[in-house]
């Protein structure tokens, strides 16, 4: 087996994890060998960054927990803690 940055992966080592994950309870849903699991760990780690450099924006778009108040002319507003924002 040869991955795509050209790391070889032995069968006889290949064999070995495949057979000690399958050993696991549960089993892996997903196996990557050699160079692959820095590669997808790299993206994944990325793609974490970006959700949580933005997490504040994804937060403040919920409903608010406390529910709503009208406020004179603002209409209605977030209740937070029993008294509106």
Excluded at 2 to 9: H, L
Excluded at 28 to 42: E, F
Aim: proline share 7%; aromatic share 6%; charged share 20%.
């Amino acid at each position: 087996m040869v991955d795509q940055d050209g790391n070889y992966v032995t069968p006889r080592r290949g064999v070995q994890a495949v057979l000690a994950a399958m050993a696991q309870d549960p089993p892996p849903h997903r196996l990557l060998l050699s160079s692959r699991l820095r590669a997808v760990t790299a993206t994944f780690e990325e793609a974490l960054a970006d959700v949580r450099a933005c997490e504040w924006a994804a937060r403040g778009a919920g409903f608010p927990s406390g529910g709503w108040t009208r406020q004179g002319h603002v209409g209605l507003v977030p209740t937070v803690r029993g008294s509106a924002l």
